[in-house]
């Protein structure tokens, strides 16, 4: 077995230029020992030509090429069952890796033996950091706070905004419930002790699940901002549509399954549920009639 610090998974689904363009980033500013697999999820756009032409010569690159849209879930775990690292980080195709973040990320990870999970700051095209690199699970009580904009109007405010944390600096180091899967690197051993990412979930929800499986083993999840990626959020959703839209509200139930049901009555799930079913049936039918605009104005 080679001795590897760190396998970096990307799993790509036509993101061919923005794919490319996060190896490149990585192979110019990351000094280590590491390895790298990219799991294609059946992509239409010659993701796997261009990774065959460009990338498949260096000696710790690795394909894996598959016939059918697996997820994100299932497409990780396949890389992750073979790799050699001692950590393992996920970081999406629609990134930009900046300095020698992942290894700043992996020394802060290694220098204690309680922490299991560690992200990096993510922030958005403009520089603003994108809240999901740092949260806590999420409440009912947290995501009426969220939904009806008490969040965002009271964001230096503890009690409003512990599901985003936005009343901590971005450049504190803090402990949390999970940080963001565009950038989640975890311990191969915690990894032996909790098993792999849920593949219930197809492309939401699973890494939350993951962290959340962590902490419960005892490990500390910890946001550590001693570098940022650029995250271009949501471009392999955007070609989903509809599907992307459904997969996010039924990874919210899976999620509320797994870690609230049990602690709430008969009432408060079924407004939960009904909540979610409701938000993700308006969404669902945005997106379709955006999409039917879109195809009107091209013909």
């Given at each position: 077995m080679?001795?590897i610090?760190i396998s970096?998974i990307?799993?790509?689904?036509?993101?061919?230029?923005?794919?490319?363009n996060?190896?490149n980033?990585v192979y110019?500013?990351?000094?280590?020992?590491?390895e790298i697999?990219v799991?294609?999820?059946?992509?239409?756009?010659?993701s796997?030509?261009?990774?065959?032409?460009?990338?498949?010569?260096?000696?710790?690159?690795?394909?894996?090429?598959?016939?059918?849209?697996?997820?994100?879930?299932?497409?990780?775990?396949q890389?992750?069952k073979?790799?050699?690292g001692?950590a393992?980080?996920?970081?999406n195709?629609d990134?930009?890796?900046?300095?020698?973040?992942?290894?700043?990320?992996y020394?802060?990870?290694?220098?204690?033996?309680k922490?299991?999970v560690a992200?990096?700051?993510?922030?958005?095209?403009?520089g603003t950091?994108?809240?999901?690199?740092?949260?806590?699970a999420p409440?009912?009580?947290?995501?009426?706070?969220?939904?009806?904009g008490?969040?965002k109007?009271m964001?230096d405010?503890?009690?409003?905004?512990?599901?985003?944390?936005?009343?901590?600096s971005e450049?504190?180091?803090?402990?949390?419930?999970?940080?963001?899967?565009?950038?989640?690197?975890?311990k191969k051993?915690?990894?032996?002790k909790?098993?792999y990412?849920?593949?219930?979930?197809?492309m939401?929800?699973?890494?939350?699940?993951?962290?959340m499986r962590?902490?419960?083993?005892?490990?500390l999840?910890?946001?550590?901002?001693?570098?940022s990626?650029?995250h271009?959020?949501?471009?392999?959703s955007?070609?989903?549509?509809?599907?992307?839209?459904y997969?996010?509200?039924?990874?919210?139930?899976?999620?509320?399954n797994k870690y609230?049901?049990s602690?709430?009555?008969f009432?408060?799930?079924f407004?939960?549920?009904?909540?979610?079913?409701?938000?993700?049936?308006?969404?669902?039918?945005?997106?379709?009639?955006?999409k039917?605009?879109?195809?009107?104005?091209?013909?």
């Amino acid at each position: 077995m080679q001795n590897i610090d760190i396998s970096i998974i990307i799993v790509n689904w036509n993101a061919k230029e923005l794919l490319r363009n996060c190896l490149n980033s990585v192979y110019d500013n990351t000094k280590g020992n590491y390895e790298i697999y990219v799991v294609d999820n059946n992509s239409s756009d010659d993701s796997c030509e261009m990774l065959k032409n460009e990338f498949l010569s260096k000696d710790n690159f690795h394909l894996i090429e598959n016939k059918d849209n697996k997820g994100f879930a299932s497409a990780n775990n396949q890389a992750i069952k073979i790799c050699n690292g001692k950590a393992v980080l996920l970081l999406n195709p629609d990134t930009l890796v900046s300095s020698n973040v992942i290894f700043d990320v992996y020394n802060c990870l290694f220098n204690d033996k309680k922490i299991g999970v560690a992200g990096c700051k993510v922030l958005n095209t403009d520089g603003t950091l994108q809240l999901a690199c740092r949260r806590m699970a999420p409440r009912p009580l947290d995501a009426f706070y969220k939904l009806f904009g008490i969040s965002k109007l009271m964001k230096d405010n503890e009690k409003f905004t512990k599901y985003n944390l936005t009343y901590v600096s971005e450049e504190e180091f803090c402990d949390v419930d999970s940080v963001s899967g565009a950038f989640l690197m975890m311990k191969k051993e915690v990894i032996d002790k909790i098993g792999y990412l849920d593949e219930t979930f197809f492309m939401y929800g699973e890494e939350m699940d993951w962290c959340m499986r962590a902490k419960k083993e005892g490990y500390l999840v910890r946001y550590c901002p001693v570098g940022s990626i650029i995250h271009y959020k949501g471009e392999s959703s955007k070609q989903l549509g509809v599907k992307a839209t459904y997969e996010f509200y039924r990874a919210m139930i899976i999620f509320y399954n797994k870690y609230n049901k049990s602690e709430h009555n008969f009432i408060v799930n079924f407004v939960v549920y009904v909540g979610i079913t409701l938000l993700g049936c308006i969404n669902i039918l945005k997106n379709a009639i955006v999409k039917e605009k879109r195809v009107g104005s091209k013909g």
